[in-house]
């Protein structure tokens, strides 16, 4: 389901690292530094729409972040581009606003449960309850904020589910088409699938010790040459963060790996066990348990990632016409 949410989300999310498909905005990626004042001074309330008011912090809190971003590169605003993207941004607001009014009234609830969720979701996506607070933090947002946002996103994301999403039908041969005209997209590298093993060495042991990790090593390697599972014996042995998955690599390209695995591992046959190599990191050995050869993906294949995204762009365009319908028939009040 294509998902459209608030600025402040889009943010916190695209700094999380996530992918968002919003109706259009302008997009500002925030900035780890310390906010300067804005040039422009916005009123409490920007706007009203149906009687709800559209708070000028908000819109103050996400234009800063875009001033401090082009400042770092070198583009400072200016008082009139802070004008027109704060105008933009309220614009943007008004859409949104528009869109939990009219779930609201559709009958639409969120429940507690709903936000909670929602909310464990977003959490789970980073290493640490310490790095989410600290990018709610770096977004100049509380968590009280924060959920409040969320709880948007899940009024907009009904709606949109309720209303619009029924209405888009893609056939097949729409499909087909956008899959023949951008066959460039679809082309695949060569990809190899491995597992590793680690043992960490410790140059303050000196050769005795090097040699001590070695012979553990090499007994290692001859149960894994032997026919014992390698997934086994990653689990039991290896000292990588991987070894509670096997040591399982997934799949990577030549250039999506360290040279001292890639190397390796493009040269040799599915099955194949490496001999003992050290890396900065300590001695690995190396299995390979996959391989994709390059070429087009077949449409078979692409067929339902194509259908999904050409659903969302008709969602996105059907969006933008809904709210320009919400619009006229709303009592809307811009302060600034």
């Known amino acids: 389901m294509a998902r459209f949410v608030s600025l402040s989300l889009f943010l916190f999310l695209l700094g999380a690292g996530f992918f968002v498909s919003t109706y259009p905005t302008t997009v500002w990626a925030h900035s780890d530094h310390k906010h300067d004042e804005l040039k422009i001074k916005l009123p409490k309330v920007v706007a009203q729409v149906n009687g709800v008011d559209i708070s000028g912090d908000a819109i103050s809190r996400e234009l800063k972040k875009a001033a401090g971003q082009y400042k770092k590169r070198g583009m400072p605003l200016n008082a009139s581009q802070e004008k027109s993207a704060a105008k933009k941004l309220i614009d943007d607001e008004v859409g949104r606003t528009l869109l939990v009014v009219k779930a609201k009234d559709s009958g639409i609830n969120i429940t507690k449960d709903m936000l909670e969720k929602r909310l464990k979701e977003v959490q789970a996506k980073f290493r640490s309850d310490a790095v989410f607070a600290h990018k ?46 951008n066959k460039n997209k679809f082309e695949n590298q060569e990809t190899v699938r491995a597992s590793i093993i680690l043992l960490k060495f410790n140059p303050s042991q000196g050769k005795a010790g090097e040699q001590e990790v070695l012979k553990k090593f090499e007994s290692i390697l001859n149960q894994a040459k032997s026919g014992t599972e390698f997934s086994a014996l990653a689990m039991k042995f290896s000292q990588d963060s991987l070894a509670s998955k096997g040591g399982d690599l997934g799949f990577f390209t030549k250039k999506q790996m360290l040279p001292a695995f890639s190397s390796r591992a493009f040269k040799m046959k599915v099955g194949e066990v490496s001999d003992i190599f050290r890396t900065g990191h300590g001695f690995h050995v190396l299995k390979v348990t996959d391989r994709k050869p390059a070429g087009t993906s077949p449409f078979q294949a692409e067929k339902e990632k194509i259908k999904n995204f050409l659903i969302q762009k008709k969602v996105s365009q059907a969006t933008r016409d809904y709210i320009e319908t919400l619009k006229k028939q709303a009592k809307i009040k811009i302060y600034f």
């Open 136 to 181: 709610l933090a770096d977004q100049g947002m509380s968590l009280g904020q924060y959920k409040a946002e969320l709880e948007t996103d899940l009024y907009m994301d009904q709606i949109i589910k309720k209303e619009i999403e029924p209405k888009i039908k893609i056939p097949e041969n729409n499909i087909r088409d956008y899959y023949e005209k």
